[in-house]
């Protein structure tokens, strides 16, 4: 089983249930995980950069990188990179063991968000950006549900919030609480864009998630037996 806790929004989405994504065993499903990583990773950082594009309000942390964006003059993809591979060091004393998800999300999400953002034209009208609001917060939730499903690891700052939650006691809500009002606080106060569409991504993406987690879950691969009983057909078991 992939035993995962990860959260969205604000909201604990557990890995380990019966609509959760199940680690098979063997390699039999191992292509379509990777390929299910990959194109999660990149669809999120190009869903976070529809949000950009949008200026309606970011998701939080993506509030903190912009505002660094700002401050440094780097591209946000640029400083989304960097804060992951810092957010990883902390894993150190915490003891967090990443994933190849865990790496890959520090650099196909920054990458991705650039990507979008240079190919994506600049919009002003509100009747366009209400639309690219929208998609990218359900993009986003699909983009969870396929990288999640793929069982590679949580990303970098999941991994520190489960992290401060084990070392500390509290309990994840509190602790995700806590590290997303502290950066999108920061954020704000750098620059980053706060509005309808944090709110709107808060609300939303944890129920968005939850949904994707079940579309997307890897099954095992079905054991079939070499041997078949004869007589009496119409009683045996089939795999649904």
Do not use: K
Not at 7 to 19: D, I, L, R, Y
Not at 86 to 94: D, E, R, S, Y
Not at 118 to 146: E, M
């Amino acid at each position: 089983m992939c035993q995962a806790t990860t959260t969205t929004g604000g909201h604990p989405v557990s890995t380990h249930s019966a609509s959760a994504p199940t680690e098979p065993s063997g390699s039999g499903r191992l292509p379509r995980r990777l390929v299910q990583l990959y194109a999660g990773l990149a669809l999120y950082g190009a869903s976070s950069a529809l949000l950009v594009e949008a200026g309606l309000g970011l998701e939080p942390w993506n509030v903190l990188h912009q505002g660094l964006a700002e401050l440094t003059g780097l591209t946000i993809g640029v400083v989304s990179i960097v804060v992951g591979a810092a957010v990883l060091l902390l894993w150190i004393p915490l003891r967090q063991r990443p994933g190849l998800g865990t790496v890959s999300n520090v650099f196909v999400v920054g990458i991705a968000m650039d990507g979008t953002l240079a190919l994506v034209p600049d919009v002003h009208s509100l009747a366009v950006r209400i639309p690219l609001l929208l998609a990218g917060v359900v993009l986003n939730g699909a983009a969870t549900g396929l990288y999640i499903c793929a069982c590679f690891g949580p990303g970098p700052r999941d991994g520190l919030m489960t992290g401060l939650h084990r070392r500390t006691g509290r309990s994840v809500r509190l602790v995700r609480t806590v590290l997303e009002v502290a950066v999108v606080a920061t954020g704000f106060a750098l620059g980053g864009t706060v509005g309808v569409g944090t709110v709107l991504y808060a609300v939303a993406i944890g129920p968005l998630a939850q949904l994707f987690l079940r579309v997307f879950a890897v099954r095992p691969a079905p054991v079939v037996s070499a041997v078949v009983a004869p007589g009496q057909p119409e009683r045996a078991i089939l795999p649904g």
